[in-house]
């Protein structure tokens, strides 16, 4: 059996674990069109900062590739599937023939239009998605950079926040009129983008980057609203999109991202895929959307080893969830966070803490905690059970979360498995 | 593997285990330099349980789950399972994201008193044994296999 995996990060490695703990004979390929074994993606910030030196870049042990007999290609761009003869092409004229095959492509930064925007010619704008671009702009950045970040989300804040300190000035601009749209609510995204200004960060919301100006380097950027910036550095971080051409041009089945079944199991038999580049059915509004999330394309990553490597296994529940410092303010979100007309549980909240739970009919099915964190994951396993909160032993927006939530015979149920969480 | 059970019938929630989970995790190995000079987090987490009529407590760590949801939330690779199958935590590699913390459905994990790291049972597999069991002062918690806990259950 010959396994081949294009993809060399969360998902990518964790299918390539499981393949090879359940099946020690067999071959097994990873591809990687970038130059790194795999690393800690959401690292790249940390990198920039200088808070995590390359040494502790990388995601498994230097000897995972070799103990595992597990055959990495770097610098590797998997140009085409052939399904009919079961191989892909690489490099041009190269081809590599598989059995049993995982897609593991993630996601690449979106370019919005922009006028006089260009990623080849201009030398000074960057994309924050890569270890790769992270080097890149820690070798450009010097302490008289003025950078500009188009985009307020988890990426562009995570960018600005690595280069505080080692630059002139930075400026957050974004069209929507709070800051981590995706994952906050106004109110909380409201103290959120209060605390980061603190630390000398300015936004400019609700407004876009319209054009920007220069040949080589991009010297200034106008704004929808008629503001013009002065610009040294531009970082482009307005979203993802999947990486689903190569799957689409093969004749495998896509929308926004590749089409899986609860196996991991695109529309082609022998061809799994997993992580960034699939549509996950969520949970709790049960219709299929991009989750790109690290636990997410892990637990897929896994589940899509099993079932290649011949056991069959469900790829857990998925949800939004995000666990991500800012200077100092610890926030976790996971689950329903706006949008719904709901009963909304505010445990407590002060200005640099906050608890709050957001529950609909008995479920608890959202929560945010700012600097408050602790056993945060039952109230995550909450949600993922779809555990109806009137069968606990107390009411959860009035005491602090623990394991003594559980009625006695769940609680020792659950911990009494020796097991503990499986797949 | 063993692992460690807490018996909620037998915890007094004295928390003396967490004063030896601490001394078997300082740099000193000293009970009193543990706790006043060294900034430890236990790695235990002491459970109340209010009754009607009294308070019941029990001692939980670390399940070192078969498939640990927290090594599969790690950013970092920080989170991993050993050859043995116990669930560790590399402090150099840790950057304090608090996805474990998000993901264990048990509260397993704490973050760290000093904000860098998370805190978490390791069985004291660098200590040599788990001083938590030998100083419980009424066997409220012990380390057991898969078999011997069934027969406990």
């Keep these: 059996m010959k396994y081949l995996i294009i993809g060399n990060s969360a998902a990518g490695i964790n299918a390539a674990n499981i393949i090879r703990a359940n099946d020690k004979k067999s071959s097994i390929t990873i591809i990687s069109n970038e130059e790194f074994n795999a690393y800690g993606r959401p690292l790249i910030s940390y990198y920039l900062s200088g808070k995590v030196k390359p040494e502790n870049m990388n995601y498994r042990s230097v000897d995972f590739y070799k103990s595992r007999n597990i055959e990495v290609l770097l610098n590797t761009e998997a140009e085409k599937i052939d399904i009919k003869n079961k ?87 974004d069209l929507a009129d709070r800051v981590m749209t995706s994952i906050l609510d106004k109110p909380v995204a409201d103290d959120i983008q209060s605390h980061i200004e603190q630390n000398d960060i300015d936004f400019k919301l609700q407004t876009n980057i319209c054009e920007v100006d220069g040949e080589q380097n991009i010297s200034r950027i106008i704004l929808s609203n008629g503001e013009i910036l002065n610009c040294d550095i531009l970082i482009v971080a307005v979203g993802v999109r999947p990486n689903i051409n190569l799957a689409y041009s093969a004749g495998i089945k896509t929308a926004k991202g590749i089409i899986v079944n609860k196996y991991m199991q695109t529309s082609e038999k022998d061809i799994y895929a997993a992580g960034d580049c699939v549509e996950s059915l969520d949970l709790l509004s049960n219709k299929s959307k991009i989750l790109a999330l690290w636990p997410n394309a892990s637990n897929q990553g896994e589940t899509a080893g099993f079932n290649m490597a011949g056991t069959k296994k469900k790829a857990p529940a998925a949800f939004a969830m995000n666990a991500i410092s800012f200077f100092g303010l610890q926030l976790i979100s996971a689950g329903i966070i706006s949008g719904l007309n709901l009963n909304n549980g505010i445990t407590y909240s002060t200005k640099n803490n906050l608890r709050r739970l957001n529950i609909l009919n008995d479920n608890l099915i959202g929560f945010i905690l700012i600097n408050d964190n602790q056993r945060a994951g039952i109230y995550t396993a909450l949600i993922n059970d779809r555990t109806k909160l009137s069968t606990l032993e107390y009411d959860i927006t009035l005491k602090d979360i623990s394991l003594s939530v559980y009625p006695k015979e769940e609680r020792t149920k659950k911990i009494w498995d020796y097991k503990g969480c499986s797949l | 593997m063993k692992k460690i059970y807490a018996f909620e019938s037998k915890c007094l929630g004295c928390g003396l285990c967490e004063v030896y989970c601490k001394t078997a995790h300082s740099k000193s190995k000293d009970i009193i330099k543990a706790h006043k000079q060294e900034n430890i987090t236990s790695a235990i987490v002491i459970e109340e349980i209010l009754q009607p009529k009294a308070v019941s407590y029990f001692a939980l760590q670390c399940r070192h789950c078969s498939s640990p949801k927290c090594v599969k939330a790690c950013i970092s690779g920080a989170m991993y399972k050993d050859e043995k199958g116990i669930v560790r935590n590399d402090k150099e590699k840790c950057v304090s994201c608090l996805s474990c913390v998000l993901v264990c459905p048990f509260g397993a994990i704490k973050k760290s008193i000093n904000g860098k790291t998370v805190s978490k049972c390791d069985l004291c597999i660098d200590y040599g044994k788990s001083l938590c069991i030998e100083y419980c002062p009424n066997e409220a918690i012990k380390l057991l296999n898969e078999n011997e806990a069934e027969a406990l259950k």
């Design chain 1, 87 to 173: 191989e892909i092409s690489i490099s041009g004229d190269v081809k590599l023939s598989y059995d049993k095959l995982l897609i593991a492509t993630g996601s690449s930064p979106f370019i919005p239009q922009i006028k006089n925007l260009d990623m080849d010619k201009q030398k000074n704008v960057f994309t924050f998605l890569t270890y790769k671009d992270s080097i890149k702009l820690k070798t450009k950045v010097t302490k008289k950079s003025k950078v500009v970040i188009a985009g307020a989300g988890l990426i562009g804040l995570k960018a600005a926040e690595g280069l505080f300190g080692q630059v002139a000035s930075i400026t957050v601009v």
